[in-house]
């Protein structure tokens, strides 16, 4: 089946240090990932995503590559500011159009 | 350029009873898809709607309805609320079911 796992949260951050929310996923067919961030009290947003195996996909100074072999789709950022602060999804949309998310990370950045 | 709108925001219910949420997908979308988000959790698919069908459906018992009208604004219906009903309800649209979907800022449900 289709199923995402991502890193536990809280995580907390000085600003400007580096970043990364692991990611794996399982999927049958050959999914699409994305990256979603929900600000408090508001929907989510979509940050990034790769459709293909080795797809980079960035926005914002994020990054994350679609990598088949370890069926990983980590999210990294080389600075984070506190307005990065927020609840961070993976996600997958394989076969059929619904998407499988994680849990969720929470990220707080401190000046 | 208006995006996903969803009404209302907040809604605090009675267990036992109904409730109707509504989602009007962004400008030139024709499906649009419903999640559940409880609280610390992930959204769960419940069902997507495509020319005014349920086209694909997820893990949720049948007191979970939907309904699609001809200008693709959709409707998410709950019947005989249980308190584990309590959650974000998430609308999302997309065109012809492509791989990106626009999300709308939610209904908070509490049913108490």
């Known amino acids: 089946g289709n199923s995402v796992t991502q890193m536990e949260g809280p995580v907390t951050l000085s600003e400007e240090a580096f970043l990364t929310i692991n990611c794996t996923y399982t999927a049958t067919g050959y999914p699409s990932l994305f990256w979603y961030v929900q600000y408090p009290g508001e929907g989510l947003q979509l940050l990034l995503k790769?459709?293909?195996?080795?797809d980079k996909g960035s926005n914002k100074g994020f990054e994350a590559t679609y990598r088949k072999e370890t069926t990983s789709f980590h999210l990294e950022k080389g600075s984070v500011q506190v307005s990065d602060s927020a609840v961070y999804f993976c996600a997958l949309r394989s076969t059929g159009n619904q998407f499988y998310f994680g849990t969720g990370t929470s990220l707080t950045v401190i000046p | 350029d208006a995006g996903v709108t969803q009404s209302p925001t907040h809604l605090i219910k009675t267990r036992g009873q109904q409730v109707t949420l509504r989602c009007s997908p962004k400008?030139?979308?024709?499906?649009v898809s419903w999640y559940q988000q409880a609280l610390g959790q992930g959204p769960q698919f419940i069902f997507q709607?495509?020319?005014?069908?349920?086209?694909q459906r997820g893990n949720f018992p049948d007191r979970f309805s939907g309904h699609q009208f001809p200008n693709y604004s959709s409707e998410l219906n709950v019947n005989a609320l249980l308190l584990g009903d309590s959650a974000l309800y998430l609308c999302a649209s997309s065109l012809g079911g492509g791989p990106v979907a626009f999300f709308g800022q939610g209904t908070r449900l509490t049913v108490v």
């Open positions: 790769a459709t293909k195996a080795d």
């Open positions: 709607y495509y020319e005014e069908e349920e086209r």
């Open positions: 400008s030139g979308h024709d499906t």
